[in-house]
């Protein structure tokens, strides 16, 4: 065989293998193109989380343009300055990938946005109506009241109401035991299926062996007890969260630092330095400075009959100084060991009618009680609800039921 015939043969066969790679390339790429039935369309659903609606809509699987148009489309119909990362974006498309609706949820408004035959999107606004779901749940203390609760399936928004509302009852860092009850009742608000957009707690009780039984009603915005009493005192049960009570009210201690046997007319809270103090009530500041034993020390008057004072802290709160007027749970200073302290801890002590007194004994006032005039319906509300909250507290663990 000469070199022309060898040279026919190879080129023939490398146009061969050239001519039937372009065929399967062409038929692999006609077969990617072609809509595979068996995978039926895709649906991308999310939070908007962070981002800005065109970027949630780039994850969502458009292009820049196209994610830049769809959010124009649906910024007509809400108002994009205001979305929530909750926000939902809900994208359907057929198993060609051609876009079949875009649905935007943001609060009770539902966007619908839908391509025209001329492929332009448009878009409709729809409202849900608000639903009220009434809740309740009871269960038993095990280890911390949030993770008992939390257990029990109350949602976290719900445990910070009822903490906060027992907070000049129930002291719970140091008073909840394991055994005792809790039980609560709520009302959310949102539309079917949707996410929860408002809570009312409603009623609570708290039953421990420490605090007794403690009952919640909520009646014309306020929280009342079974005996009409507002259950916001004039006095919160501690001036700051601590880790435990290192020295009590005593008429003759044992001073640490000057070794001697003297009253000790206050209480001792040992905590972390830096640890935040609060006052214990509405008043007035008439010192903050520096004051021999006490350091630096806060000294307010809440009213003809009582007056408070906050010692060792390491600084003062902003603002805080002679003359100011400060509200209940207000950060007057921090907790530090200046003056006469072997450590880091607060100093305090109220003074009734001009004598000290035991804070941890002392009976507080309430806020308020129930007005003559609204007695009777608060009456007939007690007498719904109490019923099903001590009978929720004596029930098993049970989860949340409408």
Do not use: C
Not at 89 to 115: M, N, Q, W
Not at 225 to 234: G, H, I, K, N, P
Not at 311 to 326: D, E, M, T, W, Y
């Amino acid at each position: 065989m000469n070199d022309a015939v060898r040279r026919v043969l190879l080129y023939g066969s490398a146009a061969a293998l050239i001519w039937g790679g372009v065929r399967a390339q062409t038929h692999l790429s006609e077969l990617a193109a072609r809509p595979d039935p068996s995978l039926g369309p895709s649906v991308v659903d999310r939070r908007l989380g962070p981002h800005p609606l065109h970027v949630a809509l780039r994850g969502a699987g458009f292009n820049g343009r196209d994610a830049a148009a769809a959010a124009a489309v649906l910024a007509r119909r809400i108002d994009a300055r205001r979305l929530s990362p909750l926000d939902r974006l809900h994208v359907e498309r057929d198993a060609s990938g051609r876009l079949l609706h875009i649905t935007f949820t943001h609060g009770l408004d539902r966007v619908l946005a839908v391509a025209g035959e001329d492929g332009e999107l448009r878009s409709v606004l729809r409202k849900d109506p608000l639903v009220s779901t009434r809740r309740r749940v009871s269960g038993i203390v095990k280890g911390s009241l949030w993770l008992s609760m939390e257990s029990a399936g109350v949602p976290a928004e719900v445990i910070v109401r009822f903490s906060e509302t027992f907070q000049w009852t129930v002291d719970f860092l140091t008073e909840p035991r394991d055994g005792d009850r809790f039980a609560a009742v709520w009302t959310e608000r949102g539309a079917p299926g949707r996410r929860i957009l408002g809570t009312t707690f409603e009623a609570g009780v708290y039953e421990g062996r420490m605090t007794g039984e403690r009952t919640a009603l909520l009646f014309d915005g306020d929280y009342f007890d079974a005996q009409r009493e507002s259950l916001r005192r004039m006095f919160l049960r501690a001036p700051l969260r601590f880790a435990r009570i290192s020295s009590g009210f005593s008429r003759g201690r044992y001073h640490p630092v000057l070794r001697i046997n003297r009253p000790h007319h206050g209480t001792d809270y040992a905590a972390a330095r830096g640890t935040p103090v609060s006052t214990v009530a509405d008043g007035v500041v008439v010192a903050a400075h520096r004051e021999r034993g006490f350091g630096n020390v806060v000294k307010i008057r809440h009213n003809k009959t009582y007056k408070s004072l906050y010692g060792h802290l390491s600084r003062f709160g902003k603002g805080v100084r002679r003359g100011a007027h400060v509200k209940q749970g207000r950060v007057i200073g921090y907790v530090g060991s200046t003056g006469l302290a072997t450590g880091p801890h607060l100093h305090f002590q109220i003074e009734k009618n001009g004598r000290w007194a035991d804070f941890l004994k002392l009976d507080l006032p309430f806020a308020s009680s129930v007005p003559r005039s609204r007695r009777a319906a608060f009456a007939a509300e007690a007498k719904r609800l109490l019923p099903e909250l001590r009978g929720l507290a004596q029930a098993e663990d049970s989860r949340p039921q409408s």
